[in-house]
């Protein structure tokens, strides 16, 4: 390693630096994405091209939600027309045709591949980091509430650690099945949310997905498979279309109420 001298104090100071210089300037930022699996993932990307300041929090320490996997454990990717073509705008190159509109693709490749232009674009990702609450208003919602989510894990004995709030001008529910953040601002603010899909029919729930891509309350969107739970619709199965699609019309959404649809527009034509 040459002439340099190593000091573990050194390689402690630049990780804890950095992070708290980071995590001060996303204490406010345009969108926060709550869940970094396919909806979260083609959100982020379209949203930091557009310049948004756009923040991702991630629960889990990896992100790509169920996007790494196809089903039951075996990591194929199936994804319908006309939604392949985000994934050609990824350079996905394992995407290949199967049969009429389907199209398959090695999944760890469409993560890795949608993340990596998520934060080409300057998404920035807190993981390992749980959404608990939202910020609230009268005129809506402005933000979240999260703690280490191995703060959740810890016996009940110990003394409540108290959370940190972030504020943005629009918070997206991409978190999957449950649709936890609309579930707890619902709880706690007085709106419907189911919290929990239907049953399985592919084709209804894959247009339904992108159609309930909604702003469910002023400043919450929910996107990807969070829109059918918060609305009780069914579910598809290792599909993965309509949660891309969706996860583009909440950061159009997102881009409109904070005044960014131009930029939008033009990002778009530039990543093409
Ligand atoms: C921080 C959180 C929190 C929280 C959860 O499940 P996901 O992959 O979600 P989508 O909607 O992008 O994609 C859904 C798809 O993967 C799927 O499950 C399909 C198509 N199922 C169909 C079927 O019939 O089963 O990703 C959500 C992400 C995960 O990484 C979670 O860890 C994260 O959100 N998350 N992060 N705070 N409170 N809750």
């Not at 926060?32 to 091209?49: Q, T």
């Not at 929090?57 to 790509?64: A, L, T």
């Not at 930029?263 to 530039?270: C, M, P, Q």
Request: net charge neutral.
């Amino acid at each position: 390693m040459g002439a340099f001298k190593l000091d573990e104090a050194d390689i402690s100071k630049a990780i804890i630096s950095s992070y708290l210089e980071e995590l001060h300037g996303l204490t406010e930022t345009d969108v926060i994405v709550v869940g970094s699996g396919p909806a979260g993932s083609v959100a982020a990307r379209k949203l930091a091209g557009a310049g948004a300041k756009t923040l991702i929090m991630e629960r889990n320490i990896k992100p790509g939600g169920g996007m790494f996997l196809g089903g039951m454990l075996m990591n194929k990717l199936v994804v319908e027309k006309p939604a392949e073509r985000i994934l050609i705008e990824a350079n996905v190159n394992s995407l290949k045709p199967y049969k009429e509109n389907l199209f398959v693709a090695d999944a760890y490749e469409v993560s890795v591949k949608l993340l990596g232009k998520a934060f080409d674009a300057g998404a920035k990702m807190l993981n390992g980091v749980e959404v608990v609450d939202v910020i609230y208003r009268k005129d809506g919602i402005k933000g979240v509430v999260a703690n280490w989510h191995a703060v959740s894990e810890l016996p009940s004995w110990i003394t409540c650690v108290d959370p940190l709030a972030f504020k943005s001008k629009m918070v997206i529910d991409a978190t999957g099945h449950r649709a936890e953040v609309a579930k707890v601002a619902g709880e706690k603010i007085g709106f419907q949310v189911e919290g929990r899909e239907g049953s399985m029919w592919a084709e209804e729930a894959e247009k339904a997905t992108v159609e309930n891509t909604t702003e469910i309350y002023p400043g919450l969107i929910v996107a990807g498979m969070a829109a059918n739970g918060a609305f009780g619709l069914p579910r598809m199965g290792p599909i993965f279309g309509a949660m891309f699609l969706s996860g583009e019309k909440a950061a159009k959404l997102a881009l409109e109420k904070i005044g960014k649809k131009k930029s939008a527009e033009s990002a778009e034509k530039a990543y093409l």
